[in-house]
T-cell receptor
Framework: QQQVKQSPQSLIVQKGGISIINCAYE??????FPWYQQFPGKGPALLIA?????SEKKEGRFTISFNKSAKQFSLHIMDSQPGDSATYFC?????????????FGTGTRLTIIP | DTEVTQTPKHLVMGMTNKKSLKCEQH?????MYWYKQKAKKPPELMFV???????INESVPSRFSPECPNSSLLNLHLHALQPEDSALYLC?????????????FGQGTRLTVV
């Protein structure tokens, strides 16, 4: 059972465009939502994270939008660059737990073309 | 130093071999993790060590045997593996279980079982 659903599976965006990746969850016990970026041959790295009491969080070109009532959250990458080409995983962590209960989405392979 | 170092980077082993994967961190983290990642899939948690004691075993077959010699080191001993065990094995660490602060991943060991 996939507790965090992620779409699309792959995404191609023109350089300078906006990349949008969506995630949805069912378990209302989740209270922390990190996004990970993984380059080929590397381990995942934390990109940005949000708690459900915040509707939006921005760090540089990366923004998380969170809709608690819809149980959905999304990652927006503004002014997408070829160096952003990677696989992105959304994730969720349950209340009263930490990284030991990290649930990943299925991943999105993002390709930025010149 | 925010690195998690894994060795070796690549490993090819036969089904009758015994080998070990090694992981080291010097961030003072008290939780360490082993993940398995198949191609185009998210990482799957295998084991969690908290304060050098095994706290989570996600029903991993006994042919995988973790060991935490001290707070900086984590090993994964492999014996009698199957070809379907071929994957990227990732080590990670974080401040502690129950902590939602960033988990740092190593670059992984690419394991091929022949």
């Amino acid at each position: 059972q996939q507790q965090v659903k992620q779409s699309p599976q792959s995404l191609i965006v023109q350089k300078g465009g906006i990349s949008i990746i969506n995630c949805a969850y069912e378990n209302t016990a989740f209270d922390y939502f990190p996004w990970y970026q993984q380059f080929p041959g590397k381990g995942p790295a934390l990109l940005i994270a949000i708690r459900p009491d915040v509707s939006e969080k921005k760090e540089g070109r990366f923004t998380i939008s969170f809709n608690k009532s819809a149980k959905q959250f999304s990652l927006h990458i503004m002014d997408s660059q070829p160096g952003d080409s990677a696989t992105y995983f959304c994730a969720a962590i349950r209340a009263n737990f930490g990284n030991e209960k990290l649930t990943f989405g299925t991943g999105t392979r993002l390709t930025i073309i010149p | 130093d925010t690195e998690v170092t894994q060795t070796p980077k690549h490993l090819v082993m036969g089904m009758t071999n015994k080998k070990s994967l090694k992981c080291e961190q010097h961030m003072g983290h008290r939780a360490m993790y082993w993940y398995k990642q198949k191609a185009k899939k998210p990482p799957e948690l295998m084991f969690v060590y908290s304060y050098e004691k095994l706290s989570i075993n996600e029903s991993v077959p006994s042919r995988f045997s973790p060991e935490c010699p001290n707070s900086s080191l984590l090993n994964l001993h492999l014996h009698a593996l199957q070809p379907e065990d071929s994957a990227l094995y990732l080590c990670a660490s974080s401040q502690g279980v129950g902590s939602k602060t960033e988990a740092f991943f190593g670059q992984g060991t690419r394991l091929t079982v022949v």
